[in-house]
């Protein structure tokens, strides 16, 4: 007989096995039949169809066909193979053979006969119901049974024993035990093992039947008797054997057995042995009841390590529940502890010993939780199978409970998770977690989670996905500071809240008009997948995913509560924040808009009564109004649209025209709504647009006006009270800038403006006194930051109205400038004058970004495909967005004096004063620092821009100054050093500030006063202490930079050529700073990238010279090359000479590969005696003694894949054109000192030795000193053999390059005369054959050098000094190798 295949086998043992039963010629056990299948493919033809048998009814008044409950679709069967259909059959007579349905059955009714059937009355009985069964009495008369069975299947178990009983005949199911073994058990009986301490009894010991082996599969008789006979022959074998083999082979079988069969065995036996002893003691007490059996657990295996307390002893008792389970109850008649395990009290909770990380787990608010808390379980946190006795729940349970059918759960775990985002944005987390909770989270697939919870049949779910993506995509902090700094000098431009990282595919939408944005795009980029856009850009990502237009629809059909309405208008906004191409697509999303605006702005509604609303639906919302703005930021004709579209005219109007308190809101809804009305007409003025709106409510503006000074005197002010009143200022002051607009100069708006000077000029009466009234609380810092950006606002005010009335040609001058004098007296030379305003300009430094790196670093969990200010935690006070930050009301007050002294010349000198303010100079002195370039965040672009201003303004008024008066020379040089570090840092968007500092503050003469103070004289003087000779004074370096001086304008004009922004972005930002509102595209700004100008902005027109030449094989212009070439070197002369600290960020390695640039335009470039000249001085200042220990090539540099391979471009272009130039052969021989990369060596005298014999440079004109390339001595074999082939050859003579020459001799010379113990062999074997070829040389002259070589000096004609006679230790070790080498000349020979 086969035996069946035990756990371990292999596929060879079951093929063995299959081979056997084959010879054998067996009929196998179980023979497979498979039915007709209707697809066909699966039927043997040869084989017959079952038939099937079926009664027929036939009935008449019956339709032959059933009705159709459902239509379905119709089926196509094709025949099976064995079967073909007859093409003639009809298909009817086929369907009445073999399906006839219950018409046919129910016509044949054939009535049984029951005539001959006897008549039984019913019994009488006392009782009018039968008994009714109760399951709990039979059970009490029942032994316990295995299986589990109904209450029929025990009534016949019931009959079947009693008429079994009373014919004496035993069953089957009375052999069988009450526990089946498991799957996969052992065929045989395996020894019971003893008790601990191995006692094994001899004749005390009874077997009352077989555990383990009871015969189930067989049929019949045979498993009992099959059973039994196992049974007694292990009891014979066990009889059979001593004690001590009984001992030793069960050893041998518990080493062989697994311990968890083990454990199941003794559990098992104690189980039998426990029922046995019960059932005696019934039979003995006469009871005929039997107890439920419980069995011990049996703790499966699982692939993780298992922690000692969840461990079960086989033999320990079972584990103590909460409850005892009862006989009554259903389906407990076995107790499965494992399916139990969780009633259970949790284990105890793990005390961590180490500092090994642990999973993260955070309670129902998002909190993170301690891993030793220990929390009671009646919070509802230890519903979770992994670390059961930790509270909290991770990130991957609570993604797992996401996708639960159960829509409570479902919303919880969004819930908890939107918690978990707003607290990580809010660095509550700090270092306590490893890595990013918000990266975890997106690569893991978050953000499409959420969209697909959106798409949730429940609100509740859908609520909870439209928080969690507030939470995910909203910082509530960027929004606010963007609100409080809408007020600001040119606050209401912002950068788009878009990634800077582009793919290379991207085309830049900035640099494209308006209208072609959206055209333009690339066509790759839509059909990429959305998980593929959201790596790179969060916001595009969920743009692909039709997410608009899921939001419009929960927004109109399912009208969600109150909270779920603001979620989505801020998730809107901050979509529309992202780029003009998001705020175009939310703008045309089918009715998207018009929801929001019908919905959530209406004209009329019902007034809301006291406690929270129950729906926004039909009610103003302030929200609703922001979304408006932010949508008009992203350019005009969006505005437009909005305008005309939407009815927008009516609703501004509606909530302009009554006070915030009159309107039936809330008190803060109330407003809020009307600040952003203010704005969202702001934002239109901004364009020349709304201007309409102005005559229809010139007397509603003028009474919120006149109201202005009340709300100032409220103690403490209202926050959103004085943002209100900034957003009416900053309103009235756009509205006064679009009164100068001309309807000549409209032409990319479709109307001009409305407004006249007449309807502004009466404005300024009004806000005066604001302005006044709250320069008196600047004594008093907390009062003074209450008040916000209201005295911003009025100053920006005061300089749009003054700029305004200086433009309007009817009017007569003098009543301006009388104006503006009696305003300086009063109000802005007094305020000048006060010790408070002192105060405001020594806190720059400290509210500085640029001073504090820090404050602008990005935050921890900060992304860069999900681009936020991170302000979720708010701002500092003493930083440049905090309460207490100087910055907007001096940026304003600089503003307003810059207008004044523009129009008024004579007012210049008065209002210059504030530039002397030693808090000032000192801000100035730290700005002026040379610091690395800092790296470009979010918020670090928006910070810089708002300093950017100040720093422009002030050295605007420093330049409009010192044309009407001398300027002190300790402040010029600290105004140019500040306008040359502000124009290599100003941001995209300020493309009009660097073209106006190029054309004002950076060339101009009155910022160098080093040129009329000795400048000149002093360079030449100190070059002369450096050098030691006087040289040419006609070529000295302060010739040089008088003559730079002189031409000054033509180096402005140069750099306005080569440094200047493109065009169209200019246009817009001169648009912007100048209040031309007719001409403005746009107030979002380009993507801050990068700065406009690089740090080496200087070397510009060189680098763009040397792209030119290489772009025109036929040349350059000699005029126009010679020309650039030259004002760009006197320009760098002049910055190294002068202002050495504006060239301190750029490497010296980049200066010299600029300087390298000019001698590869052309063959002739460098041969002009200006470009000599100047390159020379240039050459002797990088090749300085304090200066030259700075200079490293192994740096990366900007603009160069390496400084080798440019290196070896320029020892080629020398080898061809450069004809023995000195300067081409210093600039040549400057990378070849010793200290610097080899490959550069290797470059000359390896592949272009035929250069060396134009390296005529002199010794005395080698502009560093010959030792840095002598020495340390050369250790690179490869180049020393170089070297000394070049000497032996013939191609490096003295004459023809004596630098080289003196250098090679030096460095073969030591390579020779080393004795060093521990060099390879390959070196001694080189160090004595080139010794040995150097006493055989023929040239005396050259053998002489080499071996009697003692030290450079590049005053002798050689280049260094000569032994008279070798010292000792160098003559025994030259007599030595040479006998060595004649001895092995005369063997050979």
């Not at 437009?640 to 501004?652: H, P």
């Not at 969202?680 to 709304?690: D, E, H, K, M």
């Not at 760098?1132 to 600029?1154: F, G, K, M, N, Y």
Request: hydrophobic share 40%; proline share 9%; with cysteine.
């Amino acid at each position: 007989m086969l035996s069946r295949p035990k756990p371990g086998e292999s596929e060879a043992d079951l093929l063995r096995f299959q081979s056997q039963f084959f010879a054998a010629g067996a009929a196998p056990a179980v023979r497979l039949v498979k039915k007709g299948s209707r697809r066909g493919g699966g039927t043997n033809p040869d084989q017959p169809l079952l038939q099937d048998h079926r009664d027929v009814v036939m009935l008449d008044n019956l339709p032959d066909l059933p009705p159709a409950l459902v239509p379905a679709p119709p089926k196509r069967a094709r025949p099976s193979p064995g079967h073909p259909l007859s093409e003639n059959e009809d298909p009817e007579e086929r369907l009445n053979r073999h399906d006839q349905h219950i018409t046919a059955v129910l016509t044949k009714i054939i009535e049984r006969d029951t005539s001959s059937v006897a008549v039984n009355l019913p019994v009488p009985s006392g009782f009018a119901f039968p008994p009714v069964f109760h399951r709990s009495k039979d059970r009490q008369r029942k032994a316990a049974t295995s299986g589990k069975k109904s209450i029929f299947a025990q009534e016949i178990a019931a009959r079947r024993e009693s008429e079994a009983s009373k014919e004496g005949v035993p069953l089957l199911g009375e052999v069988v035990p009450a526990l089946d073994p498991p799957k996969g058990a052992v065929t045989c009986e395996a020894p019971i093992p003893v008790d601990q301490g191995h006692q094994l009894p001899e004749s005390s010991h009874s077997f009352q039947g077989p555990h383990l082996v009871t015969g189930k599969g067989l049929r019949g008789q045979e498993a009992e008797q099959e059973a039994q006979t196992i049974h007694k022959e292990n009891i014979a074998r066990l009889q059979a054997m001593a004690p001590e083999e009984i001992l030793q082979e069960q050893k041998r079988l518990l080493a062989q057995l697994d311990p968890n069969l083990v454990a199941f065995l003794r559990a098992r036996s104690r189980s039998h042995e426990q029922a046995g002893e019960k059932a005696t003691e019934e039979q003995r007490l006469g009871g005929l009841s039997a107890e439920v059996i419980k069995e011990e657990p049996m703790v499966p295996t699982s692939a993780s390590e298992p922690r000692k307390e969840d461990e079960l002893d086989p033999g320990a008792p079972a584990p103590a529940l909460p409850m005892t389970p009862q006989k009554e109850w259903l389906h407990m008649d076995t107790v499965e502890l494992e399916k139990l395990h969780w009633t259970q009290d949790l284990p105890p909770l793990r005390r961590q010993q180490t500092q090994e990380r642990m999973q993260a787990r955070f309670s129902l608010q998002g909190e993170l939780l301690a891993p030793d808390v220990d929390l009671p379980t009646h919070l509802g946190l230890h519903h979770h199978g992994e670390e059961a006795e930790r509270a909290g729940y991770s990130l991957q349970e609570l993604f797992h409970l996401t996708r639960s059918q159960v829509s409570q759960q479902r919303a919880l775990a969004l819930h908890v998770l939107a918690q978990v985002i707003s607290r990580a944005q809010a660095g509550e987390f700090g270092d306590q977690l490893v890595g990013s909770v918000l990266r975890l989270l997106l690569d893991a697939g978050f953000l499409f989670l959420l969209r697909f919870s959106l798409d949730d049949r429940v609100d509740g779910v859908i609520a909870a996905a439209v928080r969690a993506l507030r939470a995910l995509l909203v910082a509530p902090g960027d929004e606010e500071l963007l609100d409080r700094t809408f007020s600001w000098y040119h606050g209401a431009s912002v950068f788009p809240l878009m990634p800077n990282q582009e793919d290379k595919e991207d085309i830049d939408e900035d640099e494209e008009p308006p209208a072609e944005k959206a055209k333009n795009k690339n066509p790759e980029e839509g059909s990429r997948p959305p998980p593929d856009l959201a790596r790179h850009d969060v916001i595009k990502g969920l743009l692909a995913t039709s997410l608009l237009p899921r939001l419009r629809y929960v927004l109109e059909v399912t009208c969600p509560g109150p909270a779920v309405v603001l979620d989505i208008l801020a998730v809107l906004i901050r979509l529309a924040r992202h780029s003009l191409e998001a705020a175009t697509r939310v703008l045309e999303c089918p009715r998207l808009i018009e929801t929001v605006v019908r919905e959530f702005l209406p004209t009329s509604w019902v007034p809301m009564g006291v406690g929270p609303t129950p729906s926004l639906h039909r009610v103003p919302c302030a929200a609703a109004m922001k979304l408006l703005r932010v949508l008009a930021l992203a350019g005009r004709n969006i505005a437009a649209r909005l305008l005309s579209g939407f009815d927008l005219r009516s609703r501004l109007c509606r909530f302009i025209a009554e006070a915030p308190q009159e309107l039936p809101l809330p008190s803060e809804e109330a407003e809020a709504l009307s600040s952003e009305a203010y704005r969202l007409w702001t934002v239109a003025a901004s364009y020349g647009q709304g201007g309409d709106l102005y005559r229809e409510l010139y007397p509603v503006l003028v009474r919120a006006l006149q109201a202005v000074p009340q709300k100032l005197a409220t103690h403490p002010p209202q926050p959103l009270s004085m943002q209100r009143i900034a957003s009416l200022l900053t309103l009235l002051t756009q509205l006064t800038l679009a009164a100068t607009s001309d309807s000549a100069e409209t032409s990319l708006s479709a109307a001009p403006s409305l407004i006249t000077w007449t309807q502004v000029s009466g404005l300024r009466p009004l806000v005066e006194p604001c302005l006044r009234q709250t320069l008196k609380l600047l004594p008093r810092p907390e009062e003074w930051s209450a008040l916000g950006p209201v005295p911003t606002a009025c100053l920006l005010f005061l300089g749009a109205y003054y700029q305004t009335w200086s433009q309007q040609p009817s009017l007569c001058p003098g009543d301006w400038l009388q104006d503006m004098e009696h305003l300086s007296e009063e109000l802005l030379l007094p305020l000048l004058n006060q010790s408070t305003l002192g105060s405001l300009w020594d806190s720059l430094r400290r509210c500085s970004p640029f001073c504090n790196p820090l404050s602008c670093a990005p935050a921890s969990e900060a992304l860069p495909s999900l681009v936020s200010l991170g302000c979720s935690a708010g701002c500092p006070p003493l930083s440049l967005a905090g309460s207490a930050s100087p910055f907007p009301f001096l940026t304003a007050l600089l503003s307003l004096f810059n207008t004044l002294a523009r129009i008024h010349k004579g007012l210049c000198g008065q209002l210059a004063v504030v530039l002397a303010t030693p808090g000032l100079q000192k801000y100035f002195l730290r700005c002026v620092v040379p610091v690395a370039t800092p790296h470009l965040t979010p918020f670090s672009a928006w910070a810089f821009r708002h300093e950017h201003h100040l720093q422009y303004l002030a050295l605007t008024l420093a330049q409009r100054a010192a044309t009407h008066q001398p300027v002190l020379a300790t402040s010029a040089p600290l105004h140019h050093g500040l306008a040359l570090a502000l124009l290599s840092r100003l941001l995209p968007g300020s493309e009009h500030l660097a073209h106006e500092l190029l054309l004002s503050c950076v060339f101009r003469p009155e910022f160098l006063p080093e040129r009329a103070s000795g400048g000149p004289e002093a360079a030449d003087f100190s070059d002369r202490l450096c050098l030691g000779s006087s040289g040419d004074p006609g070529c000295g370096r302060g010739a040089l930079l008088a003559q730079a001086c002189q031409d000054l304008p033509s180096i402005r004009s140069c750099y306005l050529t080569h440094c200047s922004p493109i065009q169209a972005r200019l246009l817009a930002s001169q648009a912007l700073h100048r209040g031309e509102l007719q001409r403005l595209p746009a107030l979002l700004l380009p993507v801050p990238k990068e700065p406009l100008l690089s740090t080496d902005w200087p070397f510009l027109p060189l680098i763009h010279l040397y792209h030119r030449a290489s772009d025109t094989p036929s040349g350059l212009s000699p005029t126009d090359s010679v020309g650039t070439a030259t004002r760009a070197l006197q320009w760098v002369l002049v910055l190294e000479s002068w202002r050495p600290e504006a060239l301190q960020a750029v490497p010296l390695a980049a200066r010299l590969a600029r300087l390298m640039c000019v001698f590869l335009v052309d063959s002739e470039l460098f041969r002009e005696t200006p470009i000599q000249h100047l390159m020379a001085a240039l050459l002797t200042r990088l090749c300085q003694p304090q200066v030259l220990p700075n200079l490293n090539l192994d740096c990366p540099l900007p603009g160069l894949t390496s400084f080798p391979d440019l290196y070896a471009n320029f020892l080629e272009h020398f080898e061809a054109v450069s004809f023995g130039d000195h300067l081409f052969g210093a600039l040549v021989l400057l990378p070849l000192q010793r200290r610097f990369s080899v490959t550069l060596r290797l470059a000359l005298f390896g592949e272009h030795v035929g250069a060396l014999r134009a390296l005529g440079l002199p010794l005395t004109q080698l502009p560093v000193s010959l030792e840095c390339y002598t020495g340390p001595p050369e250790d690179n074999l490869a180049l020393l053999q170089l070297y000394f082939r070049a000497l032996v050859t013939g191609a490096l003579r003295p004459h023809w390059c004596p630098v080289l020459y003196a250098v090679a001799v030096a460095h073969v010379n030591s390579f020779i005369f080393s004795q060093d113990p521990n060099s390879s062999d390959e070196v001694k074997a080189a160090c004595r054959s080139m010794l040995q070829k150097t006493w055989l040389l023929v040239d005396e002259g050259l053998q002489q050098h080499l071996l009697y070589y003692k030290l450079p000096n590049s005053a002798l004609p050689e280049g260094f000094e000569l032994y008279s006679q070798l010292p000792p230790l160098r003559q025994q070790h030259l007599q030595r190798l040479t006998s060595e080498g004649l001895q092995n000349a005369v063997s050979e020979t």
